[in-house]
C-alpha cells in the first residue's frame, strides 16, 4: 500500500521557526505527510510581536482566527491594514505583500493557517525592504 495515499493523523506535531520570525506548530505539509498540494498549521503570535514584512510566490493563503485579535498590514508597500478578530476567516491572495501582528501588548493570539504551497517555508518571500516602511509607521 503506498502510504502517500493514505489517511494520516497528525498529533502533537512538533514547532518550527519560520523565515517570517515566529514559531509554528507543523502540522500538515509535504516534510510531515507528503501533501502534494496543501500546507497547514497553527501559529501563536506572543503579545506585542510582529513577522518579518513576506510574501508567498504562487500560493493563496487561508486564515482562522481561532484565539485573541490580530491585525495586518498589506499591500505592495503594505499601504493597507485590517483588523483580524476572533472568528474571522482573512484570505491573502498569492504574491500578496503583508506583515501580520499582534497589537495587544498582554494577550496572544492564535490562528489556524492553510496555503495551497504543501512545502512549509518554500515559497516564503522576505521583504527587508517593506520592514523599515512598517517601522516609519509606528513612528
Request: with cysteine; aromatic share 8%; charged share 25%.
Amino acid at each position: 500500500m503506498n502510504t502517500e495515499s493514505t489517511c494520516r493523523l497528525i498529533r502533537s506535531a512538533k514547532t518550527y521557526h519560520g523565515k517570517q520570525g515566529f514559531d509554528y506548530l507543523g502540522a500538515i505539509s509535504k516534510e510531515s505527510v507528503g501533501s502534494k498540494g496543501i500546507c497547514m498549521h497553527l501559529l501563536t503570535i506572543p503579545p506585542g510581536q510582529r513577522a518579518k514584512a513576506h510574501l508567498h510566490q504562487d500560493h493563496e493563503t487561508a486564515i482562522y482566527m481561532l484565539q485573541g485579535k490580530s491585525a495586518m498590514w498589506y499591500g505592495e508597500k503594505l499601504e493597507q491594514h485590517m483588523n483580524v478578530d476572533e472568528g474571522d476567516f482573512l484570505y491573502i491572495p498569492a504574491g500578496t505583500p503583508h506583515l501580520p501582528y499582534n497589537p495587544d501588548e498582554f494577550e496572544s493570539c492564535t490562528a489556524l493557517i492553510a496555503r495551497t504551497d504543501p512545502n512549509e517555508q518554500e515559497s516564503v518571500l522576505l521583504l527587508p525592504e517593506l520592514d523599515s516602511l512598517w517601522e516609519k509607521k509606528q513612528s
